[in-house]
């Protein structure tokens, strides 16, 4: 544990800050005294080495937030795994050796809880990975996120670097991708049952047998367990950050209908992937440190909608 690390006055990189992670935790470390650095792939190329390198010397971070990464559901995984490996394993090689060599004394790297085997026991705790065969949907992503977190690993163990992951669950918020063929089940699911009750319809069209169960966090509390991991955990580990419970995908697609006003039963659709059967994370050991989520699902996914009829909507590209 490091003890109170203190961002005051530090430079924090923040890679990835238009994706809806890296907009959330820019947004939470406003309320911090240090002073936010973020590029945007107009001007840094994350798959560029020699452009990290470069620009890394020139700005000089104290801190890294690693939340630059080519994300995507379901669909996405499966229809570009060779962008999900190589772009991911580019970025965080980059980044990660940059900070390294311009002496970035701390760093965290955020995962997925997609780095745990199949088959895992649930709720699933820290020491899982690696244990079995992972869930094909993603396994590239997850090969991908599996390797960063032996990155940060391989850092500290052989120069002594101060550098930390942690695993989010499924989440969701302001900032989501509402492209239909990218996103992952939230983003779709309010995206389809707006333009539902927008066209008179009724009832929601869902992929897969909506049986399998899924864990949401609101991307806001994200970003706080970011804020907190850098300021209280320094430890080899990766930490699960998870909301601590998980809902059927019939039982979140209710609630969307909920939220959004739209009436009608559930429409399954069996010929689409399900994915993994279910991914509880165990998150007793941030938890056991002091951290808790503040939002719940139901209120979460209001301010999900809330921002999807702010901003139109506009089907989002792929956050990096
Ligand atoms: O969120 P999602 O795409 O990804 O799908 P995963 C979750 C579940 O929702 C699956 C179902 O069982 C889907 O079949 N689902 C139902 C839908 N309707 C829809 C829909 O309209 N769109 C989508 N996308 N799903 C991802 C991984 O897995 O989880 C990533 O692919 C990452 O790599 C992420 O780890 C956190 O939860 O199955």
Known sequence: MTE???????????????????????????RENCEVLTAGRETLDLLDQRAVRDWFAVERPDVVILAAAKVGGILANDTWPADF???????????IEASHRSDVGRLLFLGSSCIYPKLARQP?????????????????????????????QAYRRQHGRDYISAMPTNLYGP????????????????????????QGQSGL??????????????????????????????????????????????????????VVGLDGEVRTDPTKPDGTPR??????????????????????????????????????????
């Open 4 to 30: 109170g690390y203190d961002l005051t006055g530090k430079r924090v990189y923040v890679a990835g800050h238009r994706g809806m992670v890296g907009g959330a935790i820019v947004r939470r470390l406003a």
């Open 205 to 258: 069209d869902i992929w897969g047998t909506g049986t399998p169960r899924r864990e949401f966090l609101h991307v806001d509390d994200l970003a706080d367990a970011c804020v907190f991991l850098l300021k209280t955990y320094s430890e080899n580990e990766h930490v699960n950050v998870g909301f601590g419970d998980d809902v059927t995908i019939l039982e979140v697609a209710r609630m969307v209908m909920a």
């Open 175 to 198: 900032g989501d991708n509402f492209d239909l063929k990218g996103s992952h089940v939230l983003p779709a699911l309010i995206r389809k049952a707006h333009e539902a009750k927008m």
């Open 85 to 95: 490996l190589y772009d991911n394993l580019m970025i965080e090689a980059n980044v």
């Open 279 to 320: 991914k509880l994370m165990d998150a007793g050991k941030l938890r056991g440190m002091g951290w808790a989520p503040r939002i719940g699902l139901y209120e979460g996914i209001t301010d999900a909608y809330r921002w999807f009829l702010e901003t139109g909507g506009a089907a989002r590209g792929m956050a990096r």
């Open 124 to 152: 699933i705790t820290e020491d899982a990975l690696l244990t079995g065969p992972l869930e094909p949907t993603n396994e590239w992503y997850a090969v991908a996120k599996i390797a960063g977190i032996k990155l940060a």
